[in-house]
């Protein structure tokens, strides 16, 4: 074993692979914890939710946006950090759930931000991966996503459990059952099992100077995830924007040697994203797409995702296929997944 | 005269030269209308914000959000667009204020998620530059932020007239008098003037194949404003991120060949800067630095902003050397920054 060591990547491999189990931990020892959180939170009647999160976990709180908006009927923003840790700011806090994401629970400002959102009345729940952590400390309620160790500097399986976590958590707030994320597990193993299409994906991007990543709805948090993953182990630089905003400047960007990965949701995201998809290829775009068969065909390669799927719930499969690529650009440009330069594990943000 | 019709990015100089003018007149002709509008909207008691916006709006959109967080003590959002405009979500919106900003006023996502709000029971409020659009129409309450037509394809003179707009809004919101803007105009015309500096600054990018665009606070706006404005002029791959974010990964990225901009805010925000300024030198980037003189000194290379202004309005004047960096950089690029290719000026994103 000793030799293995020594290979680039073999952590983040390892914690890619063990996604399926993380997953199905969750549903079977995780959920019941979390409903009986969620039926508490509930019973106070929260009328607004803000999210509060950085870097990956940030994404992990934008797609629980989407799913309080949609699902739960409810108002919600993502917490811009400074303005309580550098400006102070002390809003007025009742009837607001305020939902820290953090792997580590330990960054000092996520910390001080949960804390000054408590005591300015705030019903406080902190999702992390460390149930001894600071953070679960300060707030009111805890959830522990239960992804065990993550010592890969890039975030995965931390990512894809705090998907699921938070799809709990809101399935819980609203009376449903979680049901449509039974089959996860499993179809998580399926994907994962194709790395070999990844890694032939991945020889296009070998040398591309820049990347353009675009969805819409709930593949949009998918986006800006899979950007973060790529500019962190790749150094690629690789810009996320909604369908939307895509078109309103950033279009002028793309042409045909900026690369752009489209990540097609089944269901309404992928609907509103088509007329994107549509200029896109106008203009001569190399379209890779993360989505159903028919829409893969439709572009220039792409990789199919398994139909049938609730939409809510896609988007804790579609970023593994987009892990595996970042992992594997990484590996064909000769550097190291596990170990981006300049980075340390527990960021610490005051 | 007719010779002038074929120099490239002359719509765009004349638009940004028209600046210092614009803020006068949002000073003299339209405060009293926005305060009034304030009052009115106060009266109501709103206990939560939503903010609406795409591109250009979008940033304008964010610093309101800063605003409304800090001085005014609400915890405010960004919508999610998609989740009523594909997903149909109805939320509960009574005891909240949507303000959608939009320089024309006529995308249709903009107008039917605005219509769906006011239907859910949100006072809203629509700032545009079209005080005849079918934005202002469909909200209860309109701004005009009085910027005259735009013709050039990237936005200058309406984001600045949004941000003042915003500004004084949230002011009057407060019961405060907007009088920190006053100086505004005068300090515009002196950064405008001093366009041979950033075309000299210009000559740092002309071959850059991406940049890094940070701050913190009251400047993340700006950094985003920044990065946009440049990649639909230049097409250079801009990555805005807050400092606290950009050490939560994206760092990895940050090298001797990717230049950074820092925009550095007088007071809490650029205190809250520093680590992360420090942590880019130590690696050795490439720093420009939009701030003050001292700071100016400690990079790289800089454009000094005048001293004095509070940090609240320093948005409006920090991203004046920024739009003309964008413009000097695509001359020097050989491309007109009046008519980014694929752009339409109205963009009707559904």
Chains 1, 2 share one sequence.
Request: net charge negative.
């Amino acid at each position: 074993m000793s030799d293995t060591q020594t290979v680039p990547g073999r952590i983040m491999a390892a914690e890619m692979a063990e996604q399926p189990a993380v997953l199905q931990r969750i549903l079977d020892e995780g959920a019941p914890k979390i409903f009986e959180i969620a039926g508490q939170i509930a019973a106070r009647e929260p009328r607004f939710v803000l999210l509060t999160a950085r870097g990956t976990s940030d994404n992990a709180a934008l797609y629980a946006k989407y799913l309080i908006e949609i699902l739960l009927g409810k108002p919600a923003g993502l917490t811009s950090m400074s303005t309580t840790t550098a400006y102070g700011a002390k809003p007025d806090l009742t009837d607001v759930l305020v939902i820290t994401v953090s792997q580590s629970g330990g960054s000092p400002d996520l910390v001080a931000s949960t804390k000054a959102a408590r005591e300015a009345g705030a019903i406080t729940l902190a999702v992390t991966n460390n149930a001894g952590s600071p953070l679960a400390e300060v707030s009111e309620f805890h959830i522990d996503v239960l992804a065990g160790p993550e010592k890969a500097l890039p975030a995965t399986k931390t990512y894809t459990a705090e998907l699921l976590a938070l799809y709990l958590l809101i399935e819980g707030l609203r009376g449903g059952d979680g049901s449509a994320a039974k089959a996860l597990p499993e179809l998580a193993t399926g994907i994962l099992a194709r790395q070999d299409e990844v890694k032939a994906l991945a020889e296009r991007y070998r040398f591309a100077q820049r990347l353009v990543i675009t969805s819409r709805g709930y593949g949009y948090p998918t986006a800006r995830e899979a950007a973060l993953k790529l500019m962190e182990t790749t150094y690629i630089p690789a810009s996320p924007f909604s369908g939307a905003d895509l078109l309103h400047g950033p279009l002028a960007m793309v042409d045909n040697v900026s690369p752009v990965i489209a990540i097609v949701p089944d269901g309404k995201g992928g609907e509103a994203l088509q007329p994107v998809l549509d200029r896109l290829r106008g203009r001569g775009a190399d379209l890779v797409v993360v989505g159903q068969q028919a829409q893969v065909e439709s572009a220039s390669a792409g990789f199919a995702l398994p139909a049938g799927v609730p939409e809510e719930v896609q988007p804790i499969l579609e970023i593994l296929p987009l892990q595996l690529l970042a992992y594997e650009v990484t590996i064909a440009r000769g550097q190291d997944p596990d170990a981006p330069r300049a980075l340390a594990k527990v960021t610490e943000t005051h």
